[in-house]
């Protein structure tokens, strides 16, 4: 391998990905997510470590799993007392840059050896300084958008008391994941994700115009496609929602599915229980308008990360540079009896997510790769390309090991894990991938087994067949193993209310800051 090359990571934000469009249906268009792909690798079955924002982004900056990075939630705000790759990397003599959300855990990216701009919590690009500076430099309006749909639950009611359907709206309030879609009547320029792009691509060309010989890593965090959805015109006219078929298992009635699927906070879709209502409320017309807006945003994320490729090229940075592209966990929406977010439940909608990788003559062009990879095996990736590594034990492997004919040495499976989102849902579960097999065990929930080459949409709990029961306790051993290997030794343990308070307690304080009232 090179010396050194810089590296560039992009990490998009909760993005539906797995099955949609993969049936001859109307896929999202990633023009430029798939040119690396192309130039590059594409990892068919990758996973996040867990399918909740906080928890997935530690593990994406230190290679372990929340049970050893000890980041359950959005808010739990454990301590780094773990390396972080971004520290690793400044020791051995690279420029960090980070541009964009950080959702982490405490402080922000800067505490790390590293330049550019992130946020603490989650974070509203559009209220910052840095936003409102790029919109003056490029004689550009503040983003607004007009509101088609909202799914409303009192939470949102009173953190967003100007998103009504028909109105114009801008997001002033201190995060932005409203529940909603629309269209962004401002240019495409006014969307955060072209304005992280711009802030990347202009430090490149710093870097480029520079006559030290210092290798950089670059790293954008994108807030979307995480609702709200928001494209312009011009990404919205890219698809038909008449065109849009029904999603494999919208109309799962849910029978012998563990009772967290029902939960689900946003109406009309749930009762005042937040119990899903089944069927969906919603007609399938209904759910293609709101999928036309979300794959029209995950097209404009995609060009707004294209511009940093294009960049690449014009400077002549691509052959000396690793290039990563993923998001940080999936997206249920209108999966499993029509969800809008995604919630505790661990199918494959809401835990398979993107994962490309492109280094010009280390990762070959137009690869494949069907072996099971996560997100803990993304920063000892980049420490293995630095020629470096973590001071402590990771969870991770090196992808680079998969170009190198060693895919007998890879991992049988794979183990992802969930606290559930806390404050009223707190559901300890994890699960077991092996082969066609997935396996999931929750402590106070009905166990599930899935064959995913049968059933890819898990219609079908047969965890509980006559016929299935050699492979339950094969994959429970293997879970057992899994838990042991990765040093997780409180899975037994029962769920009591000391392990959730730090979080809660976190949550609250946050609420307090912003005059206000948890109602979770």
Not at 82 to 106: S, T
Request: with cysteine.
């Amino acid at each position: 391998m090179a010396d050194q090359p810089n590296i560039i990571m992009i990490v998009n934000d909760h993005q539906a990905y797995y099955r949609h469009g993969w049936d001859d249906g109307i896929k999202p268009q990633t023009p430029n997510f798939d040119r690396l792909c192309n130039e590059g690798a594409l990892f068919e079955r990758s996973y996040c470590s867990s399918p909740l924002c906080g928890p997935s982004r530690r593990t994406l900056l230190t290679g372990l799993y929340p049970h050893n990075h000890k980041n359950y939630y959005n808010y739990t705000n454990s301590p780094y007392d773990h390396d972080v790759y971004l520290d690793r990397l400044a020791e051995c003599g690279y420029q960090n840059f980070y541009f964009g959300k950080w959702h982490a855990g405490p402080g922000t990216a800067q505490d790390f050896k590293t330049e550019g701009i992130s946020f603490t919590d989650y974070g509203n690009p559009y209220t910052s300084s840095d936003y409102h500076d790029y919109l003056k430099r490029h004689s550009l309006p503040p983003a607004k958008h007009h509101i088609e749909r909202v799914f409303d639950n009192p939470a949102l009611r009173r953190q967003f008391p100007n998103l009504k359907v028909n109105q114009f709206y801008q997001c002033d309030g201190y995060w932005c994941g409203e529940h909603a879609i629309g269209l962004t009547v401002t240019p495409k320029e006014t969307h955060e994700s072209f304005f992280l792009a711009n802030l990347a691509c202009q430090q490149l060309e710093k870097l480029a115009d520079t006559s030290a010989n210092q290798p950089f890593h670059l790293r954008v965090d994108f807030w979307g496609p995480h609702q709200p959805h928001f494209p312009t015109r011009e990404f919205a006219d890219l698809y038909n929602p008449k065109d849009i078929p029904v999603y494999g298992n919208f109309y799962d009635t849910l029978e012998g599915k563990p009772d967290y699927y029902f939960y689900d906070p946003n109406k009309p879709l749930s009762d005042d229980s937040d119990r899903l209502i089944l069927p969906s409320p919603l007609s399938w017309t209904d759910w293609q308008n709101i999928l036309a807006r979300v794959y029209a945003h995950i097209t404009m994320v995609d060009a707004a990360g294209g511009t940093i490729l294009d960049k690449l090229d014009e400077l002549g940075l691509t052959e000396n540079t690793l290039v990563i592209w993923t998001a940080d966990h999936g997206d249920g929406v209108a999966s499993h009896g029509g969800h809008f977010d995604k919630g505790t439940y661990m199918s494959e909608e809401v835990i398979r997510v993107p994962l490309a990788m492109r280094y010009p003559g280390q990762v070959p062009t137009g690869e494949r790769i069907d072996e099971l990879v996560s997100g803990v095996d993304i920063p000892p990736t980049i420490l293995s390309a630095a020629g470096t590594g973590f001071s402590n034990p990771v969870d991770g492997k090196n992808l680079f090991d998969l170009f190198r004919n060693d895919h007998n040495v890879w991992r049988d499976a794979l183990l992802v894990e969930t606290y559930g989102h806390g404050f009223g849902n707190r559901d300890l579960g994890r699960l077991i991938i092996w082969n066609q097999y997935k396996y999931i065990d929750y402590q106070d929930h009905p166990k599930e087994l899935y064959n995913l080459a049968n059933d890819p949409y898990e219609l079908i709990n047969i965890v509980n067949q006559p016929d299935h029961q050699e492979i339950v306790k094969h994959l429970q051993e293997m879970l057992k193993l899994k838990l042991a290997e990765t040093g997780d030794k409180d899975f037994s343990k029962p769920i009591n209310e000391s392990f959730f308070q730090s979080d809660e307690n976190q949550l609250s304080a946050l609420f307090k800051r912003r005059g206000l009232t948890r109602i979770f």
